[in-house]
């Protein structure tokens, strides 16, 4: 700690207290590295403040001794964006201890909380009230609502309900300089000037610490409908998203899509699972309708299942008869992140793209690996209703660092380049992070560059908020 500012500690130690403080190497560790060990670094100090005053007081302290600051919820993150540098100097500001659900207006369908509460227990508290809160990702006992602004994190249900950015209303967020920004507002309309809500959420700590949210609760389903397909291609289950949604509407709340050899990994790793349909298919699809109506909605999924098999968009169906049933189907496609984790190194990308051209991309882009390396892994799922894709290659557990990083380099290249040519993203969900920040230095157009550094440049003038991140 000797290249720290000499009152730093103290200082700290009298804004949040010695339960507020985590000094000892082995207590921090757990802040120093991310969930998949992918990133490691050290931190000088582990901060946790215990409400936005304490939080207030740190980052006021930490903008006057030019202290970079590493904000951190769940520490579930993919892109490395939590994790401090190498260097020793950055403090790690942990969310943890703001962990209350300050009100539930069930009223006007809002539910207003601290940023380190994790998602599952805002989904719990929104049930207790006959509401829903439908943001869900297979890290939801893990991830804090303030992770999931900050990356504006996306999930399985974003094709009915939005990512997250479309489920806060309002924010608190204390900002470099210690100052308050009280945006709490519980409001579907306020045209009161610029849309500093929209400015924070997405901006992976390099702006700001959010402190708490209002966010937007839903009628609360009561039914659920379920089923697996098999299809020869993408095209065939691009149409089979069109048709459902013309026959479901807004019933269609997840389209999750696998390949063959992403179901796989499951099947190979996890004796329990079973696969779903007999055959041999290219393509399967997870699909799940739900109603706040319980009438009906298993019908309506197996009539326009029977009309896609009749007009050959699909090659087979097997509907969920039970709770039981669907859970097994959803342990799949939850599954997919780890079997692949455990099956060897992942160079991942996320990508999104429009959905009319998602099945261009994937001729393509399969052509292009398997031409420049042949017999190439390519694992692809991802949530294909929302045009976004988790295109990965995967590469053997023995495979050195040199040749993964080189390995990563060609393949970004490969599936960055044809999803700049198709007007996608090279980030969809995950966030940049340090995973994809050079990536974003690569493809975002100078102007677009320009904007954000000059945003960054007047929140976080003394460049203390996540360096090395995003941007
Ligand atoms: P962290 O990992 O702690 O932080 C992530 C970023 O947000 C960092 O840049 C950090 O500095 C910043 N940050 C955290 N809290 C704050 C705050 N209060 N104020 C300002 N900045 C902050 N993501 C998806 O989008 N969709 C998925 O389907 C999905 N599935 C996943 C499945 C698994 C098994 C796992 C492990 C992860 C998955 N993720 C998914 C990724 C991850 O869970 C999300 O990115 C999540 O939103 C991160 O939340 P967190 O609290 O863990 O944030
Ligand atoms: C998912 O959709 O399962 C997550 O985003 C996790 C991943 O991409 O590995
Ligand atoms: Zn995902």
């Known amino acids: 700690m000797s290249n720290l500012h000499p009152q730093l500690l103290q200082r700290l130690h009298a804004a949040v207290g010695a339960a507020g403080l985590v000094l000892d190497d082995a207590a921090k560790a757990p802040y120093e590295s ?3 060990r992918k990133w490691n670094g050290r931190s000088s100090i582990v901060v946790r403040p215990a409400d ?4 207030a007081a740190v980052m006021g302290i930490c903008h006057d001794t030019h202290t970079p600051v590493v904000t951190q919820g769940g520490n579930t993150g993919m892109s490395g964006g939590a994790t401090p540098d190498a260097s020793g100097a950055q403090v790690v500001l942990s969310t943890q201890r703001l962990n209350r659900i300050r009100s539930v207006d069930p ?6 909380c601290e940023a380190g509460v994790l998602l599952a227990h805002i ?13 869900s990702l297979g890290s939801e006992g893990s991830c804090t609502i303030g992770g999931n602004l900050a990356t504006n994190a996306g999930g399985i249900a974003v094709l009915r309900y939005g990512n997250a950015r479309e489920l806060a209303l309002g924010l608190e967020v204390v900002l470099p300089d210690g100052r308050v920004w009280h945006g709490l507002r519980a409001l579907r309309k306020d045209n009161t000037g610029y849309d500093l809500r929209d400015l924070f959420i997405g901006s992976e700590g390099t702006l700001g610490v959010i402190t708490a949210a209002v966010l937007k609760l839903s009628p609360r389903p009561v039914a659920r409908a379920t089923a697996w397909v098999g299809a020869r291609d993408i095209a065939a289950l691009v149409q089979l998203l069109a048709r459902l949604r013309a026959d479901c509407g ?3 709340v997840a389209f999750e899509m696998l ?4 179901l796989a990994l499951i099947l190979e790793q996890v004796s329990e699972v079973r696969a779903p349909l007999a055959g041999e298919h290219a393509f399967h699809a997870l699909i799940e309708l739900a109603d706040t109506q319980g009438e009906g909605l298993a019908a309506l999924l197996e009539r326009s299942l029977e009309a896609a098999l009749e007009n050959a968009c699909v090659q087979d169906v097997a509907l969920s008869v039970s709770g039981a049933q669907t859970q097994a189907l959803w342990k799949i496609r939850e599954g997919i992140s780890q079997a692949q984790m455990r099956a060897g190194k992942a160079v991942k990308h996320d990508i999104a793209l ?3 051209a998602l099945a261009a991309f994937v001729q393509q882009a399969d052509a292009a690996l398997q031409a420049a390396q042949p017999g190439v892994r390519i694992i692809n799922f991802g949530h294909l209703g929302d045009g976004n894709l988790h295109y990965n290659v995967l590469l053997p557990r023995d495979t050195p660092p040199e040749a993964l990083a080189a390995a990563t380099a060609r393949f970004n290249r490969i599936v960055h380049d044809l999803v700049a040519e198709a007007q996608g993203s090279i980030s969809a969900e995950h966030g940049v992070g340090q995973l994809r920040r050079d990536e974003l230095r690569h493809y975002k ?3 677009e560059f320009d904007l954000m550094m000059r945003v960054k440049q007047s929140l976080d003038p003394n460049q203390i908020m996540n360096p090395g991140k995003l941007i």
């Open 34 to 36: 991310d969930w998949l």
């Open 52 to 55: 936005t005053a304490q939080t």
């Open 107 to 112: 009223l006007n369908n809002t539910l207003t």
């Open 123 to 135: 989904q719990a508290a929104a049930q207790e009230v006959d509401r829903f809160f439908p943001l």
């Open 250 to 252: 807004e019933r269609l």
């Open 259 to 262: 390949s063959a050899p992403s």
């Open 354 to 356: 429009p959905i009319s």
């Open 445 to 447: 157009s100078e102007v």
